[in-house]
């Protein structure tokens, strides 16, 4: 049993709809509805042009009528229920939705699609939290737990796992979001950075506020690791006066708690004064970081945008800073700079590790030029070098 939880009007209802035509050709599927008409899930399966899919619709919520309709042995071998806070026991008097009624209803269908070896996805709802509304035991009913994520202004869509029971989790699935539905993203990192690059700008010119037109300050490309799979997102960082009498920091797509962490190391060891501005912290595109590897992009991004120098376009960074100021090593270096240099990157700025030393050198077959870092002190140095022009590869890329 899978459960799908995600916010109201993310798109679950129409990836689970798509993923139930794909199936339905060589399986059999059935999507149960307790929200909508079978009319409105029609209309929506005409708009995704699936609507010729052989998949067994029904607008249900009684357990019973469900359970005794799919208990056969030609049973779909797919069954999604959308959602599993629209159904309910007619033997437990409480309201459909509430913990008792969620849980019964959940042991049910798990219980028939065991017997009856069917794939059940259920559909929960999410609170303002952002955690699945019910009982926690939902989470432990099923083998694995899936968000559906993005932001309502971005036409990416993240599917990431939680926990999964048959192999790893943080595991993420990108989608856009379309005319006709969710597409696969079968690169991610391009499409994250797409407009990050302005084609046709020479780096020569000179904006007013002294940063290249091709090139502004307080942008910095971070390689990631989600799961197993590399991605490259642009960390945006913008540093104004503070009007009031305490700082504001407005964080979007990573830890507020770690941004105080990395202003403070640098006002402390650095010397800069970052802590005593406002500061907008943004990760483009929607994605969610969590990885502690991002500190040194978040620090590159800062000081970019107060001493307003804008960092090498060729260049991506990743790594962790301590309370000392020191840049600590990541896992999956490798794969980090391979995707960076599939995408057309020349230069990175990493860690200063037992396996990199002083200066500039190649890291395995990557054909990247790695530039080790060994304390945050040395960022300010490494952005007063002159920029160099963006590769003709990284602007195709990003458009």
Not at 82 to 92: E, G, N, P, R, V
Not at 284 to 290: F, M, Y
Not at 351 to 372: E, H, I, K, N, Q
Request: glycine letters at 12%; one cysteine or more.
């Amino acid at each position: 049993a899978i459960l799908v939880g995600g916010d109201p009007g993310i798109g679950k209802s129409t990836l689970l709809l798509q993923a139930a035509a794909a199936i339905a050709a060589t399986g059999g599927a059935a999507y149960l509805t307790g929200e909508e008409a079978i009319d409105q899930v029609r209309l929506r399966a005409e708009r995704l042009g699936v609507a010729e899919s052989p998949v067994l619709l029904a607008a249900a919520s009684s357990i019973r009528d469900i359970v005794a309709s799919l208990d056969r042995d030609d049973a779909p071998g797919l069954v999604v229920v959308d959602s599993i806070q629209t159904m309910y026991l007619d033997t437990l008097d409480s309201a459909p939705g509430t913990v008792s009624q969620v849980r019964g209803a959940a042991q049910e269908l798990i219980r028939l699609a065991k017997r009856r070896g069917i794939v059940l996805i259920l559909v929960g709802h999410v609170t303002k939290e952002g955690i699945i509304a019910g009982p926690r035991v939902l989470e432990h009913m099923v083998d694995t737990v899936l968000y559906f994520e993005g932001e309502r202004g971005h036409q990416f869509r993240i599917l990431r796992a939680v926990k999964n029971r048959f192999g790893a989790t943080d595991e993420i699935g990108v989608f856009e979001m379309g005319d006709r539905g969710l597409s696969e993203v079968p690169n991610p990192s391009a499409l994250f950075l797409a407009g990050r690059a302005r084609p046709g700008l020479d780096v020569e010119e000179e904006e007013p506020g002294g940063a290249s037109a091709g090139q502004l300050s307080g942008s910095a490309v971070f390689a990631g690791i989600e799961g197993t799979r590399p991605v490259l997102v642009e960390v945006q960082a913008l540093i104004a006066p503070a009007l009031l009498g305490t700082p504001r920091r407005a964080v979007v797509g990573w830890d507020g708690t770690r941004l105080a962490m990395i202003t403070a190391v640098l006002d402390t060891r650095c010397g800069l004064s970052v802590g005593v501005n406002d500061i907008y912290l943004n990760v483009a595109g929607g994605l969610r970081i969590v990885e502690p590897a991002a500190d040194l992009a978040v620090a590159v991004a800062l000081v970019s945008a107060l001493t307003k120098t804008p960092v090498p376009e060729d260049t991506v960074v990743f790594g962790e800073i301590a309370l000392s100021g020191d840049v600590r090593p990541v896992g999956h270096t490798e794969a980090r700079l391979k995707e960076a240099a599939k995408l057309g990157f020349e230069t990175a700025w990493i860690p200063l590790g037992r396996s990199t030393s002083r200066g500039r050198a190649r890291v395995g077959d990557t054909g990247l030029t790695t530039s080790p870092i060994g304390h945050v002190s040395e960022l300010t140095t490494r952005l007063s070098a002159k920029p160099r022009a963006l590769r003709p590869r990284i602007r195709e890329l990003a458009q």
